[in-house]
């Protein structure tokens, strides 16, 4: 079962160039989201949807776009990487309708803007 | 988005019990509490969900008060292996959509 797959594992960017990343969920969740780590710090949410053509900001949103054309996938693109943007990346499902907020995650993206 | 409050870290030995509580004023009506477990390098991981009152499962417990503003993770008899970064997720309505909003984490270090 492969639950939520993140693409890439890793990826060092400059500062300044563009990338996305990945998140694909294959239980049929209507919710997706966007975290980031920073080291030694908690999870903050960047972006989320509820479903196919509904995204909305969460806590971190500046530097970060995402688009739900699919309810599979939710993809978060970097329009013009930051140093500040160095983290990890996590994205997550769950349920939206009913009270079940347990999410699944992703097994996460390190990202290295230099 | 409201702010979701954790201890910011907790000590512990061996064969103690662990109680670790999380703020949530603003969870959204209908949501249920959800507490994660993080190691280092690793993606969160599930320990237990709920309502009201208390559940238990085989690793933990959960008591959640009649008024749903706040909820305590208790882990009993911890062992080393405990030693981790513990999160309580809650579903909260900040501009009318549900986000799931994660608590600041409790960083729990167990000693011998």
């Known amino acids: 079962n492969a639950g939520v797959t993140q693409t890439p594992k890793f990826q060092v960017l400059k500062t300044g160039q563009s990338m996305t990343l990945q998140c694909a969920q294959d239980?049929?969740?209507?919710?997706m989201s966007w975290y980031r780590q920073d080291p030694g710090m908690g999870l903050r949410l960047i972006h989320y949807?509820?479903?196919?053509?509904?995204?909305d900001q969460g806590e971190v949103p500046n530097g970060y776009n995402v688009s739900r054309s699919t309810t599979e996938d939710f993809p978060l693109r970097l329009l013009s990487a930051a140093p500040s943007q160095t983290s990890v990346y996590f994205c997550?499902?769950?349920?939206?309708?009913?009270?079940?907020?347990?999410?699944?995650f992703g097994q996460g993206t390190r990202l290295t803007v230099v | 988005l409201a702010k979701t409050t954790q201890p910011i870290s907790m000590d512990s030995y061996e064969g103690q019990e662990v109680n670790i509580t999380c703020s949530h004023n603003?969870?959204?009506?209908?949501?249920?509490i959800t507490w994660y477990q993080q190691f280092p390098s690793q993606g969160p991981r599930f320990i237990i969900q709920?309502?009201?009152t208390k559940v238990t499962n085989e690793v933990a417990s959960l008591f959640i008060p009649a008024d749903r503003k706040s909820s305590t993770l208790s882990l009993p008899r911890v062992s080393l292996s405990d030693t981790a970064v513990y999160y309580c997720?809650?579903?909260?309505?900040?501009?009318?959509?549900?986000?799931?909003?994660f608590g600041s984490g409790t960083r729990l270090q167990v000693q011998p």
């Open positions: 997550a499902s769950s349920y939206y309708r009913g009270p079940n907020t347990e999410a699944f």
């Open positions: 239980m049929n969740h209507e919710y």
């Open positions: 997720l809650v579903g909260v309505k900040d501009t009318g959509r549900r986000a799931l909003t």
């Open positions: 709920g309502y009201k």
């Open positions: 949807s509820v479903g196919a053509g509904i995204t």
């Open positions: 603003n969870i959204a009506t209908n949501d249920y």
